[in-house]
């Protein structure tokens, strides 16, 4: 590996840890200030990004688009898509897991303890945030294979996070670290599944359709 990749990668590094310290230290300013500003309308609003910002409002459309590439016979497209779908389901996978290991208590949840170990009920779920964390990998991936289509769709992981915390089913610090995760997550698919895929796209092989 080269001096300069070791180099942006300590640098990066060094980076999140302060983004990660920052949100833990604004966890509880943050989460006075949406109390205090709460508004009915906006809340109403942001209850229904929470509902539909879920993983499976991302995995379906997905999943068709992945579709519809393939059928076309793009196979850069059906590469990103799948891609995208992976990217969600791992870091989903991941959050889970942590979640139930930390068992972080959500802001509406009195608790003398923040955090309370392995926990199932989902009221102890609030490390990191599985929405966010989906959103981000899904909508990563797009970004890293093409910014120009990608980036925009950013903003969506980003309301939903802050609707999240607007209806007090997480901190920033569950956000901020879900988020991390998530480009995480998107940027070894992105490098392993779309830039060096190990099969040239098996599935592609085995099924392209017969367009004549």
């Keep these: 590996m080269k001096r300069a ?5 300590l640098i990066s590094i060094v980076i999140v840890a302060v983004i990660i310290a ?10 006075d200030f949406i109390a205090n500003h709460q ?25 068709v688009l992945a579709g519809v590439a393939w059928w076309r016979g793009n196979k850069k497209w059906t590469r990103i898509f799948l891609s995208m779908l992976i990217a969600l389901s791992i870091a989903g996978l991941a959050a889970r897991a ?34 966010v964390v989906a959103s981000t990998a899904f909508f990563a991936v797009l970004a890293f294979a ?16 802050i609707s999240r915390m607007y209806v007090a089913a997480h901190y920033l610090s569950d956000v901020v670290c879900a988020a991390l995760l998530g480009i ?11 830039v060096n895929p190990p099969l040239d796209a098996l599935p592609l092989r085995i099924c392209k359709p017969d367009r004549t």
């Design 39 to 63: 508004n009915p309308s906006v809340r109403n609003f942001m209850r229904y990004v929470s509902r539909f910002g879920d993983w499976p409002e991302h995995f379906v459309p997905g999943l």
């Design 146 to 161: 093409n910014w120009r289509i990608g980036l925009p769709c950013l903003a969506i992981p980003i309301l939903i996070g």
């Design 22 to 31: 920052a949100a833990f230290y604004l966890d509880q300013a943050v989460r």
């Design 98 to 131: 942590i979640k139930i290991s930390t068992g972080r208590a959500r802001p509406s949840v009195k608790s003398e303890e923040v955090w309370n170990g392995p926990r199932m009920n989902s009221k102890y779920h609030a490390f990191p945030s599985g929405h």
């Design 184 to 194: 995480l997550t998107a940027y070894f698919t992105w490098r392993i599944l779309v």
């Design 5 to 9: 990749t070791v180099f942006y990668w």
